[in-house]
């Protein structure tokens, strides 16, 4: 989402461009790419767009970073950058070092040249093992998770890890990190949530929060509490300082949560993957709304926000708006 | 293994004995309970009784050996083909027996035109050699579910996308040994086993097995309109398999690979030397019609046994003799028959 525009992409590996005036009104694509006389669809996306003024950059699951005009969604580089195996997590564009980083599941991480969509002579970094999540920029340093378990600190200058030994969970990392009062918080396939000294890169808290099932979701933290959804059906809140329990028990919804929640009008809204919306009070967990919603699609991909509504781009690609406030919901008419 | 393969070939394709009848029955009446115990505990039977099962044993294959997936779907291919050895074994006996008998099916096919007394003849010459017609197909269709949920286990384990990763999750028990392993390693030779194979190798493979297998599967078709049936689906299923290869996840293909492999080794120990190699090429002239060779009053007086034995038949199952040494056997007696009569 950027402006008045929705970059919205789908399974189908097609990416479109909405122009969004009133999210209540039908929505007109300005664009989609590829374009209907294309035969190459880059089979799915799955990362979060990157949308700077003029360029729109995206990641995806054909081994290819892709930059289109963000006007136009014609293809601004020569040809796409490839990788040896599928993208699922998002790209990364810092503006500092004039990079956009890609991680490819060959376990790679890719510096590329934003303008030529080259890569850089010295930014390549092997970290041994599949990346599936999305790495995170913050302070001019990369912390990419990756599924030998293994949580590196690479400089985003110059490619080098800052720490004396990489973090090292149990099972691999699979949920984007969030950094918040210096310490790095990801969730693992080990049912973990570890809390991650940011400049040492050893645990935060005494024990990590455990689960029944991997923790996939990037954590939402707010206020001093991390808000951890789980494939286990299950979204826990914990002290952030010590990663004790914040609500007296987790909320249990009815499918596993794989999207992240968003707090929004003091409403944690939740969606799981059977597609049911969840409005609790961020403060013990309980239901807000009156009902969840059911929106009766699959979904998978972060909830952002569209305004004073929330937009949730189900796995179909259909796509709802939700109020905050009473859970109440409308499908995207687009054209 | 030995014992199985030296079972009478009456017993092929007959009618279950009292005690594997029994068997069948406690087998048949525990799944039924399975499935009844797990609806009502809430579970989805078809997951929870057989795909999540075997999810869980391919991951600790993996685990076991070497954390290399292709080989663990080896492995457990080779596995399964030899947990379910009886059942292909008694397929390809029953295929041996009803090869057996074509000569004489032809026979009943030319001497009778009314459908029913066809059928009738048909069916005493069945009882007389102690053969179910549907010999060839219960194995088949015991093992089609064991397939089928490898297949939907195997599309989950390798599909390789966020999608396919949740719903592994929801399918691995709770146990940290199996969860710490996934996403498995898909990379395999030349292969990525959550992607199909466009290099056309493993497409090939799979469809000169497939064909193969099937050569080895087929019985004599006893007239020309199942001859050309026969010879399209011989064809078109090898073909149906490359085609399908080229467009799901190569672990898919490496499977139906390994389990093609393994049935015609199978198939080589029943058969035997009675595998006549050249007629499983798809350029072989086929073999002519066994009744045209053998006649019928001479084989009369013969056992039944040496009767079967000595029938040669297009689908590459041949007797002990040679279809040269046949003919050659059918002159002399026609040679010696002419002396006598001087």
Redesign the interface.
């Given at each position: 989402m950027s402006n008045d525009t929705v970059f919205a992409s789908t399974k189908a590996g097609e990416l479109t461009a909405f122009h969004v005036s009133d999210p209540n009104a039908i929505w007109s694509s300005v664009w989609i790419f590829p374009a209907g006389n294309d035969k190459e669809k880059p089979k799915a996306i799955y990362g979060t767009p990157v949308v700077t003024s003029d360029t729109v950059y995206f990641g995806a699951y054909d081994n290819k970073v892709y930059a289109l005009d963000r006007s136009n969604g014609r293809p601004r580089w020569d040809a796409p950058f490839e990788t040896h195996d599928p993208i699922i997590g998002a790209v990364i564009l810092d503006p500092a070092s004039n990079t956009l980083f890609a991680a490819s599941e060959d376990g790679i991480v890719y510096g590329l040249d934003p303008a030529t969509g080259r890569l850089k002579p010295s930014w390549r970094f092997d970290t041994g093992s599949q990346i599936w999540a999305s790495p995170l920029l913050e302070n001019g340093i990369l912390y990419v998770p990756v599924m030998n378990g293994k949580l590196f600190a690479v400089e985003a200058s110059t490619a080098h890890p800052i720490w004396a030994e990489p973090f090292k969970a149990s099972a691999g990392l699979i949920s984007k990190p969030v950094l918040a009062d210096g310490k790095l918080l990801v969730g693992g396939i080990d049912r973990k949530l570890y809390a991650i000294n940011s400049s040492t890169g050893r645990a935060a808290w005494s024990q990590p929060l455990v689960a029944d099932n991997w923790f996939w979701a990037e954590p939402l933290v707010a206020g001093g509490v991390v808000y951890a959804p789980s494939l286990d059906d299950r979204v826990y809140a914990v002290n952030l300082s010590d990663g004790s329990a914040a609500w007296p028990q987790p909320f249990k919804a009815s499918d596993p949560i794989r999207a992240r929640p968003i707090i929004a009008g003091g409403t944690l809204v939740v969606v799981d993957r059977a597609g049911i919306v969840f409005g609790l009070d961020p403060a013990d967990g309980t239901m807000k709304w009156p009902a969840p919603a059911n929106l009766t699609e699959q979904v998978f991909a972060d909830l952002v926000m569209l305004g004073e509504r929330i937009l949730i781009s189900a796995h179909g690609g259909a796509l709802f708006t939700v109020d905050p406030a009473t859970g109440a919901f409308n499908p995207v008419v687009t054209r | 293994m030995d014992r199985l393969l030296r079972r009478p070939q009456q017993t092929s394709g007959a009618p279950s004995r009292p005690g594997s009848s029994n068997v069948m029955m406690i087998v048949i009446a525990g799944i039924v309970l399975a499935i009844i115990i797990a609806i009502n505990a809430g579970y989805d039977p078809w997951n929870a009784l057989f795909i999540n099962p075997l999810i869980n044993f391919l991951i600790l294959f993996n685990n076991i050996f070497f954390h290399n997936f292709g080989i663990a779907i080896i492995l457990f291919t080779i596995f399964m083909r030899m947990v379910t050895m009886p059942l292909t074994i008694r397929q390809f006996q029953s295929t041996r027996a009803l090869s057996a008998i074509q000569p004489r099916m032809q026979e009943i096919q030319k001497k009778y035109k009314d459908p029913k007394r066809r059928q009738e003849e048909t069916m005493k010459l069945y009882q007389e050699a102690g053969i179910n017609p549907l010999g060839c197909l219960v194995p088949m269709v015991i093992q089609f579910p064991i397939w089928i949920a490898l297949y939907r286990a195997l599309r989950i384990m390798v599909g390789?996308?966020?999608?396919s990763?949740?719903q592994l999750?929801?399918r691995l028990y709770?146990w940290?040994y199996l969860?710490?392993?996934?996403?498995l390693e898909q990379h395999f030779l030349w292969l990525?086993l959550g992607h199909p194979d466009t290099t056309f190798v493993l497409p090939v493979f799979v469809g000169v097995t497939t064909y193969l297998q099937q050569k080895m599967t087929t019985t004599t078709p006893t007239t020309p309109e199942q001859r050309q049936q026969q010879q399209m689906m011989n064809w078109m299923m090898p073909l149906f398999f490359v085609w399908i290869t080229l467009a799901v996840p190569s672990g898919l293909g490496l499977y139906w690979f390994v389990s093609n492999v393994t049935a015609v080794m199978v198939g080589y120990m029943v058969m035997g030397r009675r595998i006549d190699w050249r007629q499983l090429s798809p350029f072989a002239v086929p073999a002519p019609a066994p009744a045209a060779r053998a006649p019928r009053p001479e084989r009369e007086s013969q056992p039944r046994r040496e009767r079967e034995a000595e029938i040669v038949d297009d689908s590459g199952i041949e007797s002990e003799a040679t279809p040269l040494e046949a003919e050659r056997k059918t002159h002399a007696r026609r040679r010696r028959g002419k002396r006598k009569n001087r």
């Open positions: - | 390789g996308t966020p999608e990763l949740v999750s929801q709770p940290s969860r710490g392993s996934v996403p990525n």
